[in-house]
C-alpha cells in the first residue's frame, strides 16, 4: 500500500492483513476515486468513516486536504494510522483519530466541524450502508455541498437511499469485485 500523488507520492503505508474486517484499497480503486475528487480536495475537510489503516484519509491530505478525521474502532487498524501519520510526518493540527465504531461516532457527533468530502468503506457484510445517509444527515457532519464515496462489493444488495432531499448518487463504477458509489448532497436555493 502507498501513497499514489501528491506531497507524500510513492510513499509506502503500514496495513493490517486483510480480512473481512478490513481490506485495504486497491491502488486502482484509490487512483480512479481521487481523479473524481481532484477538484474539491483543495483545502477539504474530510472524514474517513471506517477508515482502516488510514490510506483514503492519507491520500485526501497528500492531494491538498487540510484536515481529516480518521474513524476506527478496531485498535490495530487505528495504530496502523497514527503510524502512517507520523512516519509522514503530517502535523498534528491536521488530523484527529478517533478509536470508536461509526455509528455511536455519528450520534453522539456534536462538533462544529462540518465536512467537504466522507469516505464510507465498512466491511463488506456491514448492513451500515443501508441506513448510512440518513447516519450522516442526522449527524450534522456535512457542508452544504457535500460528497459521499461508499465503497462496497459489487454484488451487494442493499440500496443506498435517503429520506433527506438534495441526496442524489452522481456516479457508479466497478472495479472487480469493488463498486463505488458517488453520492453528492446539494443545498437547496
Known amino acids: 500500500m502507498r501513497v499514489i500523488a501528491g506531497k507524500y507520492k510513492r510513499r509506502n503505508l503500514v496495513t493490517t492483513e486483510g480480512n ?5 484499497t486497491s491502488d486502482r480503486v484509490k487512483e480512479s476515486v481521487f ?12 472524514l ?5 489503516s488510514g490510506s ?29 501519520l507520523n512516519g509522514l510526518k503530517v502535523p498534528e493540527n491536521e488530523y484527529s483519530i478517533i478509536k470508536l465504531d461509526v455509528t455511536k461516532f455519528l450520534t453522539s ?5 462540518k465536512y467537504d468530502i466522507i469516505f464510507a468503506d465498512p466491511p463488506y ?6 441506513n448510512s445517509l440518513d447516519e450522516i444527515e442526522n449527524a450534522n457532519v456535512c457542508n452544504k455541498n457535500c460528497t ?11 440500496s443506498i437511499q435517503s429520506k433527506f432531499k438534495g441526496w442524489s448518487k452522481d456516479d457508479e463504477r ?10 453528492r448532497k446539494r443545498e437547496e436555493a
Open 35 to 46: 481523479n473524481i475528487l481532484s477538484d474539491e480536495l483543495l483545502n477539504a475537510k474530510v
Open 148 to 158: 459521499v464515496i461508499f465503497e462496497m462489493p459489487k454484488d451487494l444488495k442493499i
Open 56 to 84: 483514503l484519509g492519507i491520500e485526501s491530505l497528500s492531494r491538498g486536504a487540510n484536515f481529516v478525521t480518521f474513524v476506527e474502532k478496531n485498535i490495530e487498524p487505528a495504530n496502523c494510522i497514527q503510524v502512517n
Open 20 to 24: 473481512e474486517i478490513t481490506r485495504p
Open 109 to 113: 457527533y456534536s462538533s462544529q466541524e
Open 48 to 52: 474517513d468513516l471506517f477508515s482502516g
Open 125 to 130: 457484510k456491514s448492513p451500515w450502508y443501508a
Open 174 to 183: 466497478i472495479y472487480g469485485k469493488t463498486k463505488i458509489e458517488i453520492w
